[in-house]
């Protein structure tokens, strides 16, 4: 029997009404976000100039090149909570107000950065990070990265010291995850149907267990967006080995996570750093794995 995924009702739906949790079967859902985003991402970002040159946005311009626009899947309109700011600017202090709404203070949402599909997390690290680890009093967690041989790869919390990685480093209670899928390159998102993986709630340790994962639709991988490890990962086409800071995977068959983006806020716009500027252009190889 087909599966079945009900996308999330509104937060603002009186109790008990229906039609704002939409069910779509996992087809309709793909052609409903997947093709739809990734038909128009893909022609975008394989345009004339080329993929990596679409990552160079140029800071500074508060709503420019470099800003990070939301993204509302087709048919999700009613039910997620940036649903009439389709292409609008991300700002921080929307999210900030969005988490305030929630029972753990996070909050996040897809996004378009350059042509590209990326989602951006809230989470209330600078409130918690000091709190002994509990339930939905989520921080920011540096864990180690591992193969799938189960060797260590790294630690995540390396990006904090190494300045090489400055402009990764946690800043504004966010994160910016590139949104293509090292399993088959669909789009994961944010909280936009529901099941387990996906509730507003949170567990420490970067387990499975818990909700406000990241969830990829198309074969169920999972990614806690709370927890930063430095990985490696495989371009499909040059075959190059690369290394990179990311979230976790906590399941699927996602063999790693998905890699963070440089971003800066500015006046209140989120962006993403102009790499050129801050000498890290070594970073574009992080996010042509799926080309
Ligand atoms: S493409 Fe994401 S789980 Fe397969």
Redesign the pocket.
Known sequence: MAREFRLRKSPWSPEGEAETGQVLDRRQFIRYSFNRAAGGITAISLGAIGFASLLMGESGGGGGDSAIRFWVPKGSEDSVWYGDLHLETMTESGFKEEAGRSTTGMSGASGVWSGLPVNVVYIPHEENKNLPPMQNKPRIQFMDGVDQTGAVIGYGGDMEEDPVYAALKVSNNLLVIFGR?P????I?GWQLIENNFTADNWEPGGLDSGGNKLF?I????RYDPTVVEKNTNRNRASGTVFQYFGIKRTG???PVGMPLIPFTVNNDVIEVVDFKAEGIEAMLDWYTYCD
């Not at 399993?183 to 669909?186: D, F, G, N, R, T």
């Not at 198309?218 to 991988?221: G, I, L, P, T």
């Open positions: 899928c399993h088959l390159c669909c994961p990829c198309c074969h169920s991988s699927g068959p996602t």
